[in-house]
């Protein structure tokens, strides 16, 4: 959608043969996307998100709220002004336009369908890549895909936004491109997960942050469209004394025990059972190698191009920011000279999205690190200040209004931590006010009570 409102013409191959239904109910009950293990499991959508959605995609944000989109502004609906400071100026940005997936993604597509320039193929699975003339010496150009049909679709750009699992790097293979820079790992974490809705479409209370780490797992509290909710547990995938949460009685025997969280079991559950998710992989990939594309007319784009631990929620608001960069740097370079563009849009990535990826895998790495120590009874101390920074941040959120917009810029991909703690005297501010987070005493069950509650007879 994007693309076609700067004229492009734009054709979506898509290989799960189902459209978008037409109403909330359906996409959730009936739609099937073989296509996304995600598909059904816990999501939110930040205010990075919200934010393109809003100034680029105006059409569709409303669309999302007629279907029902949850639209929730931490300052205006759910923070006390004795943590907030009260509404001030540009509180308008900590705004979510969040929902179930399914949900989110039928009127998104719904909406694509009908945008001028859009044309969405379903049912065509993408198998490889074909090639034309070279722009630069012994590199392959792509010059459209080839679909498992065997039809060969032209292209000026190739945009790859197969997800997570992408065969990019294999189909620019078998066009004898070098290899791409690929760096990639088991994310560590294992997610449990289920929905819940209310009687009268009220929303369980907000009394704390949408996640909170316990020791040794996470929870997730996300509210979503038309009075549905989601709550998850995350745990370590290699802590194999947690792995009797997969059953329901002991997963919803841990959620009760967490304060905060506990009253968010209060609604009905509207999926079969427990979703469960594991070996989830961190993920970059870099198309450019000693200065060089490995191959021109061809993009990967959101998950395709990087993807981390999804515990963070930040995987639409990045990969939307992504695509609005690809946008950008077609208006401003074009495509006449396929190299140029190859080289300016992975600088405009590595300038723009890719500091996201590097924070949230820092994040996740010390939170794993964390979650080791736990499981061991050891402390975990890294020699790491951006570990003690953003450890403060979370202390510091909790008593002073600068200090909690900062997190929630962060969190909520709204604003870089370079950009955040940029600001005059925050950092300081920061180590001050957080420096006694070690000392916070731990609300919920210790690793010994987790342990009782999942091996209960
Ligand atoms: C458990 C979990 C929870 C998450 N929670 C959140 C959250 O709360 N908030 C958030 O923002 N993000 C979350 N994410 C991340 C989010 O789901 C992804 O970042 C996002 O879906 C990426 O979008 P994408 O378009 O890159 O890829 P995808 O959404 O994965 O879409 C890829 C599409 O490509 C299609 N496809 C694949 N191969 C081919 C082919 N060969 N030919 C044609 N089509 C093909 C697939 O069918 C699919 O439709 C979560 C992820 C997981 C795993």
Redesign the pocket.
Known sequence: MLLAGDGHEVTV????PAGPPGDPAQAWEQWE??????FR??????GG?REIVDTELPELSQALQAAGALRLNMFRDVLPAQLSGGWRDGDERYELLTGR?PVMEAVTAAAAESAPGVEVRRG????GLITGAAALPGVPHVSGVRT?AGEAIPADLVVD???????LPDWLGEIGARPVAEELEDSGFI?Y?RHFRSADGSLPAMIGPPQIQWGTVSSLT?PADNGTWSVALVASSKDKALRPLRELDRWEAVVRSLPLVAHWLDGTPIDDGLAV?AR?EDRYRGFVADGTPVATGVVA????WS?SN?AN???????LLHARTLRDQLRSTGLDDPAAFAGAFHDATAENVEPWYRTTLATDRHRLGEIEAGIRAEPYDPPDPWYELEKALDAAAGQDPDCLRALLDVRLVLRGPDEVFARPGLREKTLRLGAGWRDEPPLGPDREQLLAMVSAP
């Open positions: 191959l898509e290989r799960d996307r073989p296509g996304l293990n995600q499991l816990p999501h939110y959508f930040l998100f997936r065509t699975a993408v198998d498992k936004m197969t997800g997570r699992r992408s065969s997610y997960g996300l998710l989830l784009v959101a998950d395709s993807c999804p929620g930040r995987g639409a608001s990045i990969g």
